[in-house]
């Protein structure tokens, strides 16, 4: 049963964070996990597929071209468990308050969404995908920052084989049934630290040229709003706001 949950987040006091703040969300969400259920958060390092995802900081403020975290002001983030483990924890997980990079921050659960796989099970002609936070793809173990379909829906069909129950949606073969109608990008180029990493954000609408590929349409794009699209989506790339019919 893929859960979403909204995570209310206040730090003591200023924090100047990186250019792509994904990065300190992902370590401070293991952060969370190595006090509130270590256990867990061993398993869930260098697990493949990933069985959760991370959104972006929500609510941040900039100070001259700076993302700041201000103290005493709360943002919040959004994490999804897509696995029943990870599912487990996020309905029980209460108020933490954590040691992190010298500096206490208060993190409160909030929000909760949450659909059975049955329930995401659905028919749809035509999806459109607005990317929240930029998006990318490994294909060939090359970055692709492209929207191809193949790229899209076969990676969501794959991670949702991976954490859902066998027979529920059709094979792979009618991913290529699934073609892109229209689209609005932009490129984005992210700076990771160590590397940079081409992306992109926007939408693109996706249109169903048969009966199974509307059943993958319709179910991978409600798996997509927990799940997020392409690579890196436990750092917050890849969030997705979904429309259509």
Known sequence: MPVKR?????????????????????????KWLEKSHPELGKELHGAAPAPFSLSTLIGLKRKQKKLVLKGEEYVSFEVAGLAPQVEEWLLAAGEE???????????????????????????????????????????????????????V???????????????LLPEEDHVADILLKKFELKSRMLDLQKYRLSAFVGSTTFLAASKEAEVLLGSLAGFAVFAGVGYKTTMGFGCVEVHGT
Do not use: M
Not at 8 to 23: F, H, R, T, Y
Not at 153 to 167: I, N, V
């Open 97 to 151: 308050e954590i040691l992190f990079n010298q500096q206490k921050i208060l993190l409160i659960p909030a929000g909760l969404k949450q659909k059975t796989f049955q329930q995401l099970v659905c028919q749809s002609k035509e999806k459109t995908f607005s990317y929240v936070s930029p998006a990318t793809f490994r294909h060939y173990g090359r970055n692709l920052p492209l929207p191809v379909p193949e790229l």
């Open 6 to 30: 909204t995570v209310l987040l206040k730090a003591q006091e200023d924090i100047l964070l990186p250019k792509s703040p994904g990065l300190w969300l992902h370590a401070l969400f293991f």
């Open 153 to 167: 829906f076969g990676s969501l069909l794959r991670r949702w084989h991976s954490f859902a129950e066998k027979g």
